[in-house]
Nanobody, 118 residues
Framework: VQLQASGGGLVQAGGSLRLSCAASERIFSINVMSWYRQAPGKQRELVAGITYGGITNYAESVKGRFTISRDNAKNTVYLQMNSLKPEDTAAYYC?????????????WGQGTLVTVSS
C-alpha cells in the first residue's frame, strides 16, 4: 500500500491549508488513519487520528483549529488546518494502521511540508 500526501505549502499565520492523503489500494475496515508532524530538531508527534467509524482524537495544541476527516470509499484522509500558527511549521506525514488477522500493518506517506510565516 502506497500513501500519497498532498496539500502542503507556505501560508501566513492565521491562514488555512487542507492536506490530503490517498491510499493506493483498499484498506481493511479495521484501521485508523492519522496525521503526524515533525518539526526540525523535534520528535515526530501525533496531530490527529480517525477510526473507520469516524471517532477522532487530536493533540491538545491543534484542538479547535484542525479537523481530520476521511472518505472510506476513496481510501483518503484529510486534515483541514485553520488559524495556522508559526509553531505548526513541520513536515506532515499521513499514517494508516491496518488491523488484519492478528497483525498490524503500518503504512506511511512521504510527508508534505507546511510552513507558516509570522
Amino acid at each position: 500500500v502506497q500513501l500519497q500526501a498532498s496539500g502542503g505549502g507556505l501560508v501566513q499565520a492565521g491562514g488555512s491549508l487542507r492536506l490530503s492523503c490517498a491510499a493506493s489500494e483498499r484498506i481493511f475496515s479495521i484501521n485508523v488513519m492519522s496525521w503526524y508532524r515533525q518539526a526540525p530538531g523535534k520528535q515526530r508527534e501525533l496531530v490527529a487520528g480517525i477510526t473507520y467509524g469516524g471517532i477522532t482524537n487530536y493533540a491538545e495544541s491543534v484542538k479547535g483549529r484542525f479537523t481530520i476527516s476521511r472518505d472510506n470509499a476513496k481510501n483518503t484522509v484529510y486534515l483541514q488546518m485553520n488559524s495556522l500558527k508559526p509553531e505548526d511549521t513541520a513536515a506532515y506525514y499521513c499514517n494508516i494502521k491496518e488491523y488484519h488477522t492478528g497483525t498490524i500493518n503500518d503504512y506511511w506517506g512521504q510527508g508534505t511540508l507546511v510552513t507558516v510565516s509570522s
